[in-house]
C-alpha cells in the first residue's frame, strides 16, 4: 500500500474511538416523567402560598324545614390575610358573588339562606387562591323541641367541604323508607358551562333509568335537588350514580330521618341527619377506617358496582387487634348493583375496633359507604355515613370546632407491608402531654386516639405520616354523631 | 498544384515565395491592384506581411503602405521588402478607414499625373498589418472579383498559429447592425464555407473592392476607426448592387497578437457606436427610426445588464454610442444623401440576413450572442451534455428518485400538505406574507415585531402572482427541500466521479430517513437545512480548491470553477444569507461542517487550502451577516440566539445511538409506538456500507476527500449524542436538524467510494481479489437503503398524516379577518398549549416539554417562527396565568387569559386527528385538571381526542370601548383596512382600548390626527392598558408604526443588492467578446 494510503489510519482510529466512546457512554434514556393527578380525596387543603384551592360547599338552607342552622366557616392558618371569592348559587337561580379577607388565624361564617333568599338549598364554591384556608360546614338540624315540622329529624352533620370536581359521582347509600326519611341528591355545577348529566338509581327492586333523569341539564353556577323520595319511594336502600356527559359536577346526598317512636318500637324515636359527599371516583380498593361497635348502633357497609359487568369482591374487617380474624363477606355483584353487607351479625362480635377494606377480586372499580345509625328500638339521633376512599395521604389536617372530648380521631394504615409511623400535633399550639404523639401503626391497622379536654375546642390536628394514611373524626354530638375524613394536605395524596 | 497556392506548414505564415519565372497564358488584361496596407505600429511580424506581399503572383500590383502609428522607421522596413511600394503618412492615427481612404486618395490624385507606377487600379486590396497572404491570394481575389462580377471579395483568414483553424470567413450583420461571423471560434477548416462564398460583408484583415464602386460608395466612413469599417463598406457596396464575395482559394494568416490590444481598442466600446452609426446611415428611414427605437431600449437594458454584471466597459460603450452619433450627424447625413443616389437595392432586403431576431436583442444588449444554430452551437453542446448526464447513471439516479418520490407524494401533491407542525397554511392573503416581512411586525403572540424569515416574503410574493392553489404551491415549496437537496449533492460531488458516483451520493441522501421524519413531524428547520446545506458545502469545497475541487494537490474535476478570493467570499456569503433567508438554524451546523473539513483535512495529511477555506468561511460569515442585517439588528436589541431556533422536545437519551447511526430520528416524545423509516428500520445500517467502504477502500485525493466528508460526519454525530446526553444547556434543535451534515457527509463519501471502485475495478489483477466484491457490496447496501423509501412511497404521502388539526377544529379554525371584514371587537384569539413540535403554532416554554403558542383564530405560516418573550409581554402574563392555574393558584384563568381576548384554549396531543397517524405527545393530566377546575371555562365536548378545548367565558374583545361608570368593555366594529391599519368604530362613550402588541407601536387617529394616550390607569383610561378617549359614532385608525422595520428592510434590500452585485461583478468572465 501506498504511503499516500497510510494516512486513512489515523483518521480511522479517531473515527472508531469516537463511535466506540458514544455507544459505550450513551447514558440509557431518561423516561419522560408526566406529571400525574394526586389520587382524589374529599378534601386537599394548600398549605403554601404556592397554590389555591377551591371548595365546594352544598346543603340546605334555613328555609327549609327542619333545619336550624348551616354555617359554612373559613378558617386561615396562613400568616398573612387571605383574599378570596365566595359565590352562593340557590336552587332558585339566584346567584350572589362577594370578596373577602380573612386576617391570620381568624374564622369567617357564611350562612348562606340569606344570600338567596327564597331557596331551599345552596352550593357555595369559596376561591382562596392562596391557599391555607380551612373551609367545612355545619348543618344542624331541628329538633323535636325546635318546632319543626314532623318528619325532619334532629341532628347535626359537621364535615369539611369538598375539592373535588368530577364527571361522575357514586352516592351508594340512601334511604327513602316510610316513614320518617328523606333523601335528596344535590348536584351542584359550580362552572359557568353547562352540564348535562344522566342520574341512574338502584333501589329494592332493582334499578329505574327513566327519561327524566337522563340528560339532565344542570345550568352554569346552580344547584339542582333531586327528591329522592319522589324518584324511588319507599325504599329501604337507595343508590345512585350520577355520569356528566358535558361539564364537571359537585354531588352530594342529604339525608334527614326522624324515625317516630312508635316506628321504632321503643320509648324515643331515632333520628339524624347527614350530608354525603359522593364518591368522585371508584376504586379497586375502598377503606372505611373507624368502624366501632357501639352499643345501639347498627352498622352496614354498601357496596355498589357502579359498572356493567359483573364482578366478585369480598368486604374484609381489619381488627384493631391483630389476632381477631375475621372471615371476609365475599359477594358477587351484577352490574349496577348493590349489596348491604350488615356489619352487625355474628361474625364480628369480637373485632372491637376495626377498619373495613372492600376488595374487587376482578379488578372491577367500586363505590361503597358505611352507614351507622341508632340501632331499632333504641332511641337517639346520630345519622353517620363515611363514603369509602380509595387514597391516603401522609399528611392531614382535622379541625375542631367542638369540645374535644367529644371527638375521637381515627388514623388508618391501609397498606399491607409498611407500618406507619404517625406524629400528630396542633396547629400553633403544643401537643398535650398526656397524650401520646407518635404513633406505629401496623400495615392494615389504626389507631384510634381521644382527643381529651387538654385540647381546646377550637384547635388543628395535623397528622403527618411515613406512609400514606386515612384520618378520621368522629363525633359524638347531643345533637346527633357524625364521622368524616379530615382534609389531606394537597400534594401528599397517594393510592395504598 | 501551383506552387503559389501552396499554404506552408501548418502554424507558420507561408514562406515569401518569388514570382513565377513565366507567367502564363493571359486571357485577358491583368487588372491593376491598388494594395493599400495600413500598419499600426507593427510588430516584427510585419516583414513575413511584407514578404507575403512580395511572392504575390499577380503581377500588376501596386502597394502602397500608409504608416498610420506613432513610431518612425517603417518605411525603411518597408522599403527593405518591398522595394517599389509607397509609403504614405497618415499622422495622428486616423484609424483604418481613414487612413485608407487617405491613401486611395492619394494615389489617385498622382495617378492624374499619368506618370510613372501611378497608374489607377481596377481594384484596391485593402490590408491590415496583421495578416499573411499567401502568394496566389491576390491573383485568386482578383479572379473570383472578375468571375463572380463581384465589387468586394476577401479570402480566407486562417489563424497563423494553427493553420488548420478559420479565423474569419465573413460574416452576416443582425437587425441591429451587429456583425455576426460565419465561423464559431475554433472551427477546423474543412472547406465547409467554399461552396457559399457570397456573404454580407468579408473578413476584416483583407478586401479587395471595385475602384469605381469604392469611389461610388465614397470609400471607408471615416467615423468608423476600426473593427467594423469593413462590414459597412459591405453593406453600402451591397445597397449600391454589388456583389460581396469571398475567394476560398485565396488565402491569408493572421499574425501578431490581438489586434484590438495592439491598437488599444476595445470592441465593447466601439461596436454599439458603430451599430448605431450603420443604422442610422445604412438603413432605409423608416426601418432606421424603427431600430433606432429599438436599440434604445436594447442599450437600457444592456446598461442594466452591464451593470449587474460588472461590464463596464459594454456599459459606457452603449451609453457613449448615443452623444458619440449625435456628434457626427453631420457626416451621417452626407452619407446618407450619398448612399441614396447610388442605391440600387431596397434597404431591408439587403439586411435580411439568416440571423434570429433573439439573438439580434441578445447581441444589442450583452454584445454577447451564442454562435450557431446547428449541433457545434454551445447551447446544444450543453444540452447534449445535459442529456448525457441525465441519461447517464447520475441522471438517471435523479429521475427514478424523482418518479418514485413524486409518487410517493402523489396525495400531498394532489390533497394538500397536512397542516402538521410548521407546516400551516399560507395566510388567508398571501401578501400578509410580504407585508409582514415589509412592516416587521406579525399578529401571532398578541402581534411581535420579531421578523419571520426573508423567504416567506418571496413565498407570498409567488403565491399572490402565479395561479393556481396556495395550496399546491406550498406544497410543492416543502416538498422540494429533497430535490433541492439531490440536486445539491449532485453538484457538490460532480467533481468526484462519473454518473455512478454521482447517482450512489443523490440514493444516499435521499434514501436517509429524516427528510421523511420532518415531513412527518411537521418539521421545517431540517427540511431547510437539507435543501441547503450541500450548496454551502459545494461552494466551502470550491474554497478551500482541493482536488478536484481546484488545482491544489491535483487537476480539477469537472464542472469545478476556478475563482478568485474575493469572489468566493461573496458567493459562499450569498449562499449562506439565502440558507438563513430560508432558516436561520443553518448557522448552528455550519461550524460543524467547516469544522469536519478542516479537522478532517489534517487527518488526511494536508493544509493545502485550509487557510483560504477559513478565510473564505469567516468572509462568508460576515457578507451572510451584511445581508441579514434586521437578523443581526434584532439580536443587538437584546433578542436572544434561542429567539431564532424553534424550540422542540428532546428527553435525554431518547435518541439513542441506533437511531443516530442509522439517521432515524423518528420522534423522540413518541417512544417505541413511534415506526421509523417506513416501518422497515431493520435495515437502517445499510446507509453506513458504502461510507465506510470508501474509508476502507479508497486512495489518493479520493481518500483525502473521504476523510474530510467522514470528518463532517463525525461532527454530525457528535453534536447529536452530546445533546441526546443531555450536555448541551442551549436551545434544544431538532435531531434531523444536526444530522443533516452526518447524511451530507455519508453521501459524500459514498461518491468517492463509486467512484474509486470504477478506477481500481477496471485494473488488471492477477487471480481472484476481495475487490472485486465491492461493487456488488456497495450496489447491494444501496438498494438496501433506498428500499424502505421506495415501500413508503406506495401511500402516497411520505407518512404523512391524511387529515390535519384545523379539519378537527372547524369552529376555532377560522381564518383572520380579511380586507374589508368587519367584526365586532376583532378576531378572537386561541390559547394552544403542547408539546412545542406538535403545536400548530410555535410557542414559549411553558414547562418541562409543554409550551404555549397565541394565535389570532386559525394558525397560519405567520405564526411558526419563534420571538422573544420580552417582545411579548401579553405571552408572558398568559403564561404566568396559566402557570398559577396549573399550581392551583387561579381558578378564574378564564378571565386572566380572557384581558388578552383568548376566546379559546386548546390543548393539543396529538399532531393530527385520530384515527391517523400523528405524533403523539400526552400532557401532563393537570393541564386538563387545572383547566378543568376554572370557574370561567367551559370544556368543548365531543371533539377528537387529539385535542381538549375550553372555551373562555370571561373573554374580552380586542377592541373595545370600556364604559367610564361600568368599566362594562364595549367591543368595538373593527374593519382591517390593511396589513397594518384597521377601522375602529366606537359604539358608546368611553375610552378606546385596543390589545394588540407590541406596546407603543400603534396610535390611534381620526380624521389624520393623532388622538392622545391616556396611560394606563390614570382618570378617563382603562386600568392595565393604555387607552384613548372616544365618543359613540367616533370612527378612527389604529395604524401600526413600522418604519424602523422598513428601514431596516431597505437597508438589507441594498445590501444584498450589493452583495449580489459584487458577486456577480467579481464572477464575470474576464474573457473578451466574440467576436
Keep these: 500500500m501506498s504511503a499516500m494510503n497510510v494516512i486513512r489510519y489515523p483518521a480511522l482510529v479517531v473515527l472508531v474511538a469516537m463511535a466506540v466512546g458514544a455507544t459505550l457512554f450513551a447514558s440509557d434514556p431518561t423516561e419522560a416523567e408526566l406529571a400525574t393527578l394526586r389520587p382524589p380525596v374529599h378534601a386537599a387543603l394548600s398549605t403554601t402560598p404556592d397554590s389555591g384551592d377551591l371548595w365546594f360547599c352544598m346543603g340546605p338552607t334555613v328555609d327549609m324545614d327542619g333545619i336550624a342552622e348551616r354555617i359554612v366557616t373559613l378558617t386561615s392558618i396562613s400568616d398573612e390575610p387571605t383574599i378570596g371569592r365566595v359565590t352562593v348559587n340557590g336552587d332558585k337561580g339566584a346567584e350572589v358573588e362577594r370578596a373577602f379577607q380573612l386576617e391570620p388565624g381568624r374564622s369567617l361564617e357564611i350562612r348562606p339562606g340569606p344570600f338567596v333568599p327564597g331557596a331551599f338549598y345552596a352550593g357555595v364554591t369559596v376561591e382562596v387562591p392562596g391557599g391555607r384556608v380551612l373551609v367545612e360546614q355545619r348543618i344542624t338540624g331541628g329538633g323535636s323541641d325546635s318546632g319543626a315540622a314532623p318528619g325532619i329529624g334532629t341532628g347535626v352533620d359537621k364535615a369539611p367541604c369538598g375539592t373535588i370536581t368530577s364527571s361522575t359521582w357514586q352516592v351508594p347509600w340512601a334511604t327513602t323508607a316510610e316513614p320518617g326519611n328523606r333523601a335528596v341528591l344535590l348536584v351542584y355545577n359550580p362552572f359557568r358551562a353547562p352540564a348535562v348529566a344522566d342520574l341512574r338509581f338502584i333501589g329494592d327492586l332493582g334499578r329505574r333509568e327513566t327519561l327524566d333523569t337522563r340528560g339532565v341539564v344542570v345550568a352554569g353556577r346552580s344547584l ?136 374487587s377480586l ?109 384520618a378520621v373524626m368522629r363525633r359524638a354530638d347531643p345533637m346527633g354523631r357524625s364521622s368524616s375524613f379530615g382534609m389531606a394536605v394537597a400534594g401528599t395524596q397517594a393510592r395504598p | 498544384m501551383d506552387a503559389a497556392e501552396t499554404q506552408g506548414q501548418k502554424g507558420a505564415p507561408a514562406p515569401p515565395q518569388q514570382p513565377p519565372a513565366t ?51 517603417l518605411s525603411d522596413r518597408v522599403l527593405e521588402v518591398l522595394p517599389d511600394a509607397q509609403t504614405v503618412y497618415a499622422p495622428d492615427s486616423p484609424g483604418f478607414g481613414a487612413a485608407a481612404n487617405r491613401a486611395v486618395v492619394g494615389t489617385g490624385a498622382e495617378a492624374d499625373s499619368g506618370t510613372g507606377p501611378n497608374r489607377i487600379p481596377a481594384f484596391y486590396l485593402f490590408m491590415h498589418d496583421d495578416v499573411v497572404l499567401d502568394g496566389t491570394a491576390v491573383r485568386r481575389m482578383v479572379e473570383r472579383a472578375l468571375a463572380a462580377n463581384a465589387g468586394v471579395v476577401g479570402p480566407k483568414v486562417l489563424v497563423g498559429t494553427d493553420g488548420r483553424i478559420l479565423a474569419d470567413m465573413g460574416s452576416s450583420v443582425d437587425r441591429y447592425g451587429s456583425p455576426v461571423p460565419r465561423l464559431h471560434p475554433g472551427e477546423i477548416d474543412q472547406g465547409q464555407y467554399d461552396a457559399s462564398p457570397d456573404v454580407f460583408a468579408v473578413a476584416e484583415a483583407a478586401m479587395l473592392v471595385r475602384t469605381d464602386l469604392f469611389a461610388a460608395v465614397g470609400g471607408f466612413d471615416p467615423e468608423i476607426r476600426f473593427l467594423d469599417g469593413h462590414v459597412d463598406l459591405c453593406w453600402r457596396a451591397r445597397l449600391a448592387g454589388a456583389s460581396v464575395t469571398t475567394a476560398p482559394t485565396a488565402v491569408g494568416r493572421t499574425v501578431g497578437p490581438d489586434s484590438s490590444t495592439r491598437r488599444g481598442t476595445n470592441p465593447s466600446i466601439l461596436r454599439p457606436r458603430h451599430r448605431l452609426r450603420m443604422s442610422l446611415t445604412n438603413q432605409a428611414s423608416g426601418r432606421s427610426a424603427a431600430v433606432v427605437a429599438e436599440l434604445a431600449v436594447a442599450t437600457l437594458l444592456g446598461v442594466v445588464y452591464g451593470l449587474l454584471t460588472g461590464r463596464f466597459r459594454h456599459t ?141 416574503a418571496l413565498l407570498g410574493l409567488v403565491a399572490n402572482y402565479v395561479p393556481g392553489g396556495d395550496s399546491l404551491l406550498w406544497t410543492s415549496v416543502v416538498l422540494s427541500a429533497l430535490p433541492i437537496g439531490a440536486l445539491g449533492i449532485w453538484r457538490l460531488v460532480r467533481p468526484v466521479g462519473g454518473g455512478r458516483s454521482r447517482a450512489a451520493a443523490v440514493l444516499v441522501y435521499l434514501a436517509v430517513p429524516l427528510p421523511y421524519d420532518a415531513l412527518r413531524e411537521g418539521r421545517l428547520a431540517p427540511l431547510a437545512v437539507y435543501a441547503t446545506l450541500p450548496w454551502i458545502a ?31 467570499i461573496l458567493l459562499t456569503g450569498f449562499v449562506v444569507a439565502a440558507a438563513i433567508a430560508v432558516n436561520p438554524a443553518v448557522v448552528v451546523v455550519l461550524p460543524v461542517l467547516v469544522g469536519g473539513l478542516v479537522i478532517g483535512s489534517l487527518l488526511a495529511g494536508s493544509i493545502a487550502g485550509l487557510v483560504r477555506l477559513v478565510a473564505v468561511a469567516a468572509g462568508a460569515a460576515v457578507v451572510a451577516a451584511v445581508v441579514q442585517l434586521p437578523l443581526l439588528f434584532n439580536l443587538f436589541d437584546n433578542n436572544p440566539l434561542d429567539s431564532l431556533a424553534v424550540p422542540t422536545t428532546w428527553p435525554g437519551g431518547s435518541l439513542g445511538t441506533t437511531a443516530m447511526f442509522t439517521l432515524d430520528t423518528g420522534s423522540p416524545m413518541a417512544g417505541p409506538s413511534w415506526v421509523g423509516t417506513f416501518g422497515i428500520d431493520r435495515i437502517g445500517w445499510a446507509v453506513l456500507v458504502v461510507p465506510v467502504l470508501a474509508l476502507l477502500t479508497t486512495s489518493g485525493w479520493r481518500l483525502a476527500i473521504t476523510i474530510r466528508a467522514w470528518f463532517v460526519v463525525a461532527g454530525g454525530f457528535a453534536s447529536v449524542w452530546l445533546t441526546d446526553q443531555g450536555w448541551w444547556q442551549g436551545p434544544t434543535l431538532p435531531a434531523e436538524l444536526l444530522l443533516v451534515p452526518v ?9 468517492a467510494a463509486v467512484a474509486d471502485m470504477g478506477t481500481t475495478v477496471s485494473m488488471p489483477r492477477r487471480g481472484p481479489d476481495w475487490r472485486n466484491a465491492l461493487p456488488a457490496v456497495a450496489g447491494l447496501a444501496l438498494a438496501l437503503t433506498v428500499l424502505p423509501v421506495v415501500v413508503g412511497s406506495l401511500g402516497g404521502n411520505l407518512g404523512m398524516p391524511q387529515s390535519d388539526l384545523p379539519s378537527a377544529l372547524p369552529f376555532i379554525a377560522e381564518p383572520r379577518s380579511g380586507i374589508g371584514e368587519t367584526t365586532s ?176 407601536s400603534w396610535s390611534f387617529s381620526v380624521d389624520g390626527t393623532t388622538r392622545p394616550l391616556v396611560a394606563a390607569g390614570e382618570a378617563g383610561g382603562v386600568p392595565g392598558r393604555p387607552s384613548v378617549r372616544v365618543a359613540s359614532g367616533t370612527i378612527g385608525e389604529l395604524v401600526h408604526d413600522g418604519a424602523s422595520s422598513r428601514s431596516r428592510r431597505l437597508l438589507q434590500v441594498a445590501a444584498f443588492c450589493s452583495v449580489l452585485l459584487m458577486a456577480s461583478w467579481l464572477r464575470t468572465d474576464p474573457e473578451s467578446e466574440w467576436p
Design chain 1, 224 to 359: 339542582s335537588v333531586f327528591d329522592l323520595n319522589e324518584l324511588i319511594p319507599d325504599s329501604t336502600v337507595v343508590s345512585a350514580s350520577v355520569d356528566a356527559r358535558v361539564g364537571q359536577l359537585v354531588v352530594a346526598r342529604l339525608q334527614v330521618s326522624a324515625l317516630p317512636a312508635s316506628d321504632t318500637g321503643a320509648a324515643g324515636g331515632s333520628t339524624g341527619l347527614v350530608l354525603t359527599s359522593g364518591l368522585p371516583e371508584t376504586s379497586q380498593r375502598l377503606f372505611l377506617p373507624g368502624v366501632s361497635r357501639e352499643s345501639g348502633v347498627t352498622s352496614a357497609v354498601i357496596v355498589m358496582n357502579p359498572g356493567d359487568e359483573m364482578t366478585e369482591l369480598e368486604v374484609l374487617v381489619r381488627p384493631e387487634v391483630v389476632d381477631n380474624f375475621v372471615e371476609p363477606w365475599r359477594v358477587t355483584l351484577r352490574g349496577r348493583q348493590r349489596q348491604v353487607i350488615d356489619l352487625d351479625s355474628g361474625r364480628i362480635a369480637e373485632a372491637g375496633r376495626f377498619g373495613v377494606e372492600v376488595r
Design chain 1, 362 to 470: 376482578d379488578e372491577t372499580p367500586l363505590a361503597a359507604s358505611l352507614v351507622s345509625r341508632p340501632e331499632g328500638g333504641t332511641t337517639g339521633a346520630g345519622l353517620s355515613v363515611l363514603p369509602a376512599v380509595g387514597a391516603a395521604a401522609t399528611d392531614w389536617m382535622v379541625h375542631l370546632t367542638g369540645p374535644a372530648d367529644q371527638a375521637a380521631l381515627v388514623v388508618s394504615n391501609p397498606g399491607e407491608t409498611t407500618i406507619a409511623t404517625v406524629r400528630l400535633s396542633l396547629l400553633g399550639a403544643a401537643w398535650p402531654s398526656d397524650t401520646p404523639d407518635v404513633y406505629e401503626i401496623d400495615p392494615a391497622g389504626h389507631v384510634e386516639v381521644e382527643l381529651g379536654a387538654a385540647i381546646a375546642a377550637e384547635a388543628t390536628v395535623l397528622v403527618d405520616s411515613t406512609v400514606p394514611v386515612l
Design chain 2, 23 to 73: 507567367p502564363g497564358p493571359a486571357a485577358s488584361p491583368t487588372p491593376l491592384v491598388g494594395l493599400v496596407l495600413v500598419a499600426h505600429d507593427p510588430g516584427e511580424w510585419f516583414e513575413d506581411v511584407l514578404a507575403g506581399l512580395a511572392s504575390q503572383d499577380h503581377r500588376l500590383l501596386d502597394v502602397v503602405v500608409v504608416d498610420a502609428g506613432r513610431k518612425a522607421g
Design chain 2, 316 to 456: 459606457w460603450g452603449l451609453l457613449s454610442a448615443w452623444p458619440w452619433n449625435l456628434a457626427r450627424r453631420s457626416g451621417m447625413t452626407r452619407r446618407r444623401r450619398m448612399i441614396r443616389e447610388n442605391r440600387r437595392v431596397d434597404p431591408a432586403l439587403v439586411v435580411a440576413g439568416p440571423d434570429l431576431p433573439h439573438h439580434a436583442v441578445r447581441r444589442a444588449v450583452t454584445g454577447r450572442a451564442p454562435y450557431g444554430t446547428g449541433d457545434e452551437a454551445p447551447s446544444n453542446i450543453a444540452f447534449h451534455h445535459l442529456w448525457g448526464a441525465l441519461l447517464g447513471p447520475g441522471g438517471i439516479a435523479l429521475m427514478a428518485s424523482a418518479a418514485v418520490l413524486g409518487f410517493g407524494s402523489r396525495h400531498l401533491l394532489t390533497r394538500g400538505l397536512p397542516a402538521v407542525g410548521r407546516f400551516q397554511a399560507l395566510p388567508g392573503d398571501p401578501m400578509d406574507l410580504v407585508r409582514s416581512w415589509w412592516h416587521g411586525w406579525r399578529p401571532t403572540g398578541f402581534g411581535v415585531a420579531t421578523p419571520a424569515p426573508d423567504v416567506l
Design chain 2, 538 to 568: 459545494h461552494r466551502l469545497a470550491e474554497a478551500q480548491g482541493v482536488a478536484p475541487y481546484g488545482h491544489r494537490g491535483g487537476d480539477p474535476g469537472p464542472g469545478t470553477r476556478i475563482r478568485n478570493m474575493g469572489s468566493d
Design chain 2, 743 to 751: 447524511a451530507l457527509g455519508l453521501a459524500w463519501a459514498a461518491a
Design chain 2, 825 to 1000: 371587537g376583532g378576531d378572537d384569539r386561541v390559547l394552544w398549549v403542547g408539546e412545542p413540535t406538535i403545536l400548530p403554532a410555535v410557542g414559549v416554554p411553558l414547562s418541562d416539554g409543554v409550551a404555549m403558542a397565541v394565535t389570532d383564530g386559525r394558525p397560519d405560516l405567520l405564526d411558526q417562527w419563534p420571538y422573544n418573550l420580552d417582545d411579548a409581554p401579553g405571552v408572558a402574563e398568559v403564561r404566568d396565568a396559566l402557570a398559577e392555574a396549573l399550581a392551583g393558584k387561579t381558578s378564574r384563568l378564564g378571565a386572566a387569559i380572557g384581558a388578552w381576548g383568548v376566546g379559546h384554549v386548546v390543548l393539543v396531543e396529538r399532531s393530527a386527528p385520530a384515527p391517523h397517524e400523528a405524533v403523539e405527545a400526552p400532557l401532563p393530566p393537570t393541564y386538563a385538571a387545572a383547566l378543568t377546575r376554572q370557574l370561567d371555562m367551559a370544556r368543548v365536548e365531543g371533539l377528537n381526542s387529539a385535542v381538549t378545548i375550553f372555551e373562555n367565558i370571561a373573554t374580552k374583545p380586542v377592541h373595545a370601548v370600556v364604559r367610564d361608570r361600568t368599566g362594562r368593555a364595549v367591543p368595538a366594529a373593527v374593519t382591517p383596512l390593511s396589513y397594518d391599519r384597521r377601522q375602529v368604530t366606537a359604539s358608546v362613550d368611553g375610552a378606546y382600548r385596543w390589545i394588540i402588541g407590541p406596546e407603543g
